[in-house]
């Protein structure tokens, strides 16, 4: 249930509560979860991966749900936390695995890190407000290298400077390397 938050950004209530009916096939023939999130009533949309469809059709007809018509048998946070603190401690995991860490690793190496539009994300999140969503976007030193060096790609046949007749005068470096 844990690979599942990481590749839906599902929270553990939402988890918790997902049901068959939630899953839909949109417009475009592909299965999406549609739902509500419990915590703010905001409707959320995710295109399911083939791992998450995997993971759904894995615990078809497994026991201990709390009905039929739900999708994981989840039980209460606690019950959750502890599975996932000795999945980890097997897994030599030293990090406190929650439903928590999994939409926070869903909402920055699996979209935001691969490209995925920040507005993109946010609907898949169920966030009322893009600006929630901001919280996950940091940039780094090598994302912002790689993303600047497709720029330079496409750009780079666009625009060219004309050479000068004279060189240009030397001019002082006020840019210092950081950590110099």
Same mark, same amino acid.
């Given at each position: $249930? ?8 599902? #929270? ?13 096939? %949109? ?61 980890? #401690? ?5 990090? %406190? ?15 935001? #890190? ?33 993303? $600047? ?15 000068? #007749? ?15």
């Amino acid at each position: $249930m844990f690979i599942f938050c990481c590749f839906t950004g599902l #929270a553990y209530a939402d988890l918790r509560n997902l049901r068959y009916r939630d899953i839909i096939v %949109n417009e475009a023939g592909v299965p999406c979860i549609y739902a509500k999130r419990e915590k703010t009533g905001t409707e959320y949309r995710i295109q399911l991966l083939p791992i998450p469809l995997q993971l759904i059709e894995q615990y078809r007809g497994y026991p201990g749900k709390l009905s039929e018509d739900r999708i994981f048998p989840v039980k209460d946070r606690n019950s959750m936390i502890t599975t996932l603190k000795k999945l980890a #401690a097997r897994a030599g995991i030293d990090k %406190n695995l929650s439903t928590h860490v999994g939409r926070h690793t869903f909402a920055t190496t699996l979209t935001l #890190a691969k490209d995925v539009p920040l507005k993109t994300v946010s609907v898949m999140l169920g966030h009322k407000h893009i600006t929630t969503t901001e919280i996950y976007a940091k940039i780094t030193a090598s994302k912002m290298k790689n993303d $600047m060096s497709r720029l330079e790609e496409h750009l780079s046949d666009t625009f060219t400077l004309q050479q000068e #007749a004279q060189p240009p005068k030397p001019y002082k470096s006020y840019y210092v390397k950081k950590g110099a």
